[in-house]
């Protein structure tokens, strides 16, 4: 049986207030020739499907139509679960519907679905927390864990004892994988999945966290240790979750941050047998639009790599080290040449040398000049004074 591991498409998500949801509907594309190329049986989505808890109408109708060209009528198990990112109760509400495709939602911990018979697949078991299916006739058994909040985690522990009522929050989870991998068995393929953050792992600045003061921290010896794979979600660059098993993170599909233009995003492809190892393969996706950091000596060097980049198709940052303010004129001609230009930071390495200010001998404009430059480390020219100035006439009155 061979099924795909993606997670955290987190559609809908701008950054720094640019959409990237034409990105986002080449990947969704590219994905499903992806799918149907490597004749995959089932797909994994480990949450974080959109971005918000409310999604945009456009995000929401790109999914849907993407898992159920994925799921071609039942022909091929799609299994989705809730990231941190995600609204349980939207996510679930699709459910019956989408059921009706092969397509199985679950959003809260210890959500379960149905059983039924599609044209690839018959779900002969279902219960919270675990669905048992027939694929190509083997027997697959899958965890789903979705994104355990504290107050959702709360709801689906059963705290007998006081000993139990005081279990840290790994510990909590650690109980429900035991509980729920008893239904796994040996002649069977046994797949966990779930959206959290495991200890040590390794995050970037576009995921919202869900370790406070490490309290929602999840110890590796608390993941279930008897599944064959743990597909997991949330952290967006791919990475190996625990070494004590197989247990990965596979990712995000886009760089959503500056910190993740150094990750080549893709998803793992699982070929899988009972009582064997499985093999992996990390299928790459492609780089849409790339995030760019240009690190420039000076305004000029800047203005000479917008104008070697013009009509290039990426997210660009620039900082910049200049010893005055980067002048509005300077500023255009860069947007000229890169339309999409996120952030244009000026490093400054004029040194200002500390002195006592008389205010009685100083006139509005040479005390603006002062705080100005002591603040900035630059003088305000130009537009700027001008535009103090007519400012300080209009409120204060003319000196």
């Known amino acids: 049986m061979r099924f795909i591991h993606t997670s955290d498409w987190h559609l809908g998500k701008?950054?720094?207030g640019h959409s990237r949801i034409e990105e986002q509907k080449m990947f969704c594309s590219d994905f499903v020739k992806i799918v149907e190329d490597n004749d995959i049986d089932m797909v994994v989505i480990a949450g974080d499907i959109y971005d918000t808890a409310n999604p945009s109408a456009e995000a929401e109708k790109l999914f849907y139509s993407t898992v159920s060209k994925i799921a071609a009528n039942g022909k091929r198990c799609v299994v989705v679960i809730a990231g941190n990112h995600d609204s349980p109760e939207r996510i679930e509400a699709a459910s019956p519907l989408a059921f009706e495709q092969g397509i199985l939602l679950f959003g809260n911990p210890?959500?379960?679905?149905?059983?039924?018979?599609f044209e690839g697949f018959e779900i002969v078991e279902a219960k919270k927390g675990m669905t048992k299916l027939i694929i190509n006739g083997e027997k697959v058994n899958v965890l789903t864990l979705p994104y355990p909040s504290e107050k959702r985690l709360n709801d689906a522990f059963e705290a007998e004892t006081d000993e139990d009522r005081q279990k840290t929050y790994s510990q909590k989870i650690g109980q429900i994988f035991r509980d729920l991998q008893e239904d796994f068995e040996e002649d069977s393929i046994?797949?966990?999945?779930?959206?959290?953050?495991?200890?040590?792992?390794?995050?970037?600045?576009s995921e919202r966290p869900i370790q406070l003061g490490g309290s929602l921290l999840v110890e590796r010896k608390d993941l279930p240790d008897k599944a064959n794979y743990v597909a997991l979600g949330h952290l967006h660059k791919p990475q190996k979750a625990s070494e004590l098993g197989c247990s990965y993170y596979s990712g995000s599909p886009l760089q959503y941050s500056k910190s993740e233009r150094v990750y080549v995003k893709g998803a793992k492809i699982v070929e899988i047998h009972p009582n064997e190892k499985p093999k992996l393969e990390d299928i790459m996706f492609n780089n849409y639009k790339p995030i760019e950091l240009f690190k420039c000596r000076g305004v000029q060097e800047a203005l000479d790599i917008c104008e070697q980049n013009r009509g290039r198709s990426m997210w660009s940052y620039f900082e910049i080290k200049t010893d005055e303010i980067i002048s509005q004129e300077d500023i255009k001609a860069m947007k000229k040449?890169?339309?999409d230009i996120i952030e244009i930071k000026p490093v400054i390495t004029y040194q200002q040398e500390e002195k006592?200010?008389?205010?009685k001998t100083k006139s509005m404009a040479e005390l603006f000049r002062d705080f100005y430059t002591f603040n900035k480390g630059v003088e305000p020219k130009g537009e700027l004074m001008d535009m103090f100035m007519k400012i300080a006439g209009e409120e204060g009155g003319e000196e």
Request: proline content about 0%.
């Open 356 to 359: 006592t200010v008389d205010l």
């Open 337 to 339: 040449n890169l339309a």
């Open 190 to 205: 046994n797949i966990a999945v779930s959206h959290l953050f495991v200890v040590g792992g390794e995050s970037s600045d």
């Open 110 to 117: 210890l959500s379960k679905t149905s059983i039924g018979k």
């Open 14 to 16: 701008n950054l720094e």
